[in-house]
């Protein structure tokens, strides 16, 4: 979540004021660690579970601050969307029980947040993305309202600008405006710490880097968005273009976004990267800092570098490098592993982190320096490589071996993560628990992203368009409540408990996007062609810019044809606009599909485009309130068999 108490920067006078307490937050640090000030005697790993909240109808939820006012726990805490929540969980100490006690944690957290979520008729789900959201649910009426998230977004906007696109390319193609950076908060992840002994940050930090595209590979789980199939692990991209600043120009200048996975090796010492940071990223926030912290220093205080800790939430590394005060008052270094999405059950969870802080250790007893063994431009591509295609994919590893990720977690990655773990005292029962979790994963290649695939192209031969995702994320959430690791899950069911009903959905939900259209200047033959060879009722009209401009029946092209057949030359040089409607009845995709049905029983249509901003977006037509009816009539029959099942139950 970050620190709450923040503004944004208005004036050139503030930036000074903030840039010195920067720069003198990064002095105190390289004097801290000059003088041994940090905590190295017990090592702690930790952890953030972020989650959504999904409302009876499947979709997100915007409640939580009103869960936050009933649960009476600190650890939970906002996140950018309104339909988000996080728990900290408490750090435990590295070696026998730690992940079981983290397993415990997260058990008891949720199901004391599953107690509010029944008293408000809501529920959670643990997943990267969250398969029913929708572009709908994006706007700034659901971003939290806490003044860090609006400082932040208009900071955001402020460096960027508003209406930058967004495109990702998988297996279909997602490409929209990016109207806000609201669209972060899509991401549901699963952040793990591993605190680090100062002297050992560089190798280690190193270390993580190699380990990003491995450990993201086996644990993908988001691979839908928006009903689209693109990344394996589509938080990555996504995370990247909804934050990124950056400005295209026509030269090829050479910027980093502020989602990165770094540009090299660390080489010095954990300050090199926060003053990368300051070199590369322009400060967007800004909050009371301590006005001199040498004088703490020299009176024995930690002090908290404010400064340095509210410029660092602005950059999104994907190994955040971070410093802490524990209880005990004195500093401490963690990396932040921010690969891992949400879900898709807690073992599941606690089995990515424990291969991959198995592995940390492993690779730290294995290379005395990892540098020395691996370019870092073959652990970045690893990295982007795992994020697109998952385990389908092969790396380029040590020793300059090329290999596939698979086999490489099999033969490799797992006997260097269990003697890791041993070498830091976790049981033979607690390894063989969770890191057999990883193995059968592996084994059976299904991850929660191939899960979500497979159950998609299953339920698409089933069901109608709208009840797809509803079906995935109500399988999900059942799945979630028996703790089976996902490869043990069956695929999801075309049918799914929830109170339906036709308002609760959006024409975005169920509208048609292949849509063939025509130019206001083309031929009505050419016109009637596609229609015939598409077999289509209709056709929307549209500029090279997009814009609508009409509609066009077949009846209407069938009335040019007959007409112009009568006339001895047969030539015209009539175009389609001239045959269109000019004007037709249109809905907006967050239009619900009630509204656009009274839209089309008011105007006699069968048919209406679906325009935003002017801009053609999609169609829905009386095919589509058949598939809705469907589903609608099949709701109710399923309630009627109930209810008259339950009282025989009742009287027997």
């Not at 773990?421 to 607690?430: D, T």
């Amino acid at each position: 979540m970050g620190d709450l108490n923040v503004r944004l920067v208005t004036n050139r006078t503030e930036l000074n004021e903030f840039t010195k307490h920067l720069l003198n937050d990064i002095h105190a640090l390289e004097r801290m660690l000059e003088e041994d000030w940090f905590e190295s005697e017990v090592i702690h790993i930790g952890a953030e579970q972020e989650l959504c909240l999904v409302d009876k109808h499947l979709k997100p939820a915007p409640v939580a601050m009103n869960v936050l006012s009933r649960i009476h726990d600190d650890s939970f805490v906002t996140e950018l969307a309104r339909f988000n929540l996080e728990t900290n969980l408490s750090p435990q100490p590295l070696g026998a029980g730690c992940f079981n006690r983290l397993h415990q944690q997260i058990d008891e957290r949720l199901a004391t947040l599953n107690e509010i979520c029944q008293a408000l008729g809501i529920d959670y789900a643990l997943t990267g993305i969250l398969p029913t959201i929708r572009k709908y649910d994006l706007g700034a009426n659901n971003m939290t309202p806490l003044p860090r998230y609006e400082a932040l977004l208009k900071a955001i906007d402020a460096f960027k600008g508003k209406n930058q696109e967004l495109r990702i390319v998988g297996v279909d193609e997602l490409h929209l405006k990016r109207t806000t950076a609201m669209l972060e908060s899509c991401n549901s992840s699963f952040q793990v710490h591993l605190q680090i002994k100062p002297e050992e940050f560089v190798k280690m930090y190193n270390i993580s880097q190699v380990l990003a595209g491995p450990a993201l590979a086996i644990s993908v789980n988001s691979p839908l968005l928006f009903g689209k199939r693109l990344w394996a692990e589509t938080r990555i991209a996504l995370f990247q273009q909804s934050i990124d600043t950056r400005i295209t120009s026509e030269h090829l200048r050479d910027r980093s976004p502020r989602v990165t996975f770094g540009k090299h090796w660390l080489n010095e010492s954990i300050s090199e990267i926060y003053k990368d940071d300051i070199v590369r990223f322009r400060i967007m926030l800004q909050t009371d800092c301590e006005p001199n912290n040498h004088l703490l220093l020299d009176e024995g205080i930690t002090p908290k570098l404010r400064a340095l800790m509210i410029h660092n939430s602005t950059v999104y590394r994907w190994n955040r490098a971070c410093y802490g005060v524990s209880p005990s008052g004195k500093p401490h270094l963690r990396i932040e592993n921010r690969v891992f999405p949400s879900g898709p059950t807690i073992i599941d969870e606690v089995a990515n982190a424990a291969f991959w802080i198995g592995m940390m250790k492993g690779m730290d007893a294995e290379y005395k320096d990892i540098r020395d063994f691996m370019e870092f431009d073959h652990a970045k591509g690893n990295f982007f490589s795992a994020s697109r295609d998952g385990l389908n994919t092969s790396f380029h590893w040590v020793n300059g071996k090329k290999i596939s990720v698979n086999r490489l977690i099999a033969e490799e990655l797992l006997p260097l993560a269990r003697h890791g773990l041993e070498l830091n005292n976790v049981s033979k029962k607690e390894i063989d628990k969770y890191l057999d979790v990883i193995s059968e994963r592996n084994e059976t290649r299904k991850t929660g992203a191939q899960w979500l695939l497979n159950s998609h192209a299953q339920l698409t031969k089933k069901v109608g368009k709208e009840q797809v995702a509803p079906a995935l994320i109500s399988s999900i959430m059942k799945h979630q409540k028996t703790n089976k690791p996902v490869h043990q899950w069956p695929l999801a069911e075309g049918t799914y408990e929830a109170d339906w009903r036709p308002d609760s959905l959006l024409v975005e939900e169920f509208m048609t996007t292949d849509v063939f259209s025509a130019s206001p200047d083309d031929l009505p033959e050419l016109v009637a062609d596609i229609m015939a060879w598409r077999k289509l009722k209709y056709m929307p009209i549209e500029n090279n810019k997009g814009i609508l401009k009409g509609l066009v029946y077949y009846h209407q092209i069938l009335n040019y044809l007959s007409k112009k057949h009568g006339k001895r030359n047969g030539e015209s040089s009539m175009t389609i606009k001239d045959i269109m409607l000019k004007a037709p009845p249109t809905v907006n995709p967050d239009d619900s599909i009630v509204d656009a049905l009274n839209v089309m029983k008011t105007h006699s249509t069968n048919c209406l485009p679906v325009i935003k901003n002017g801009r053609l977006i999609g169609i829905i037509s009386e095919g589509n309130f058949i598939n809705i009816t469907a589903s609608l009539l099949r709701s109710i029959h399923k309630k009627v068999i109930q209810n008259d099942i339950a009282p025989s139950v009742e009287n027997e």
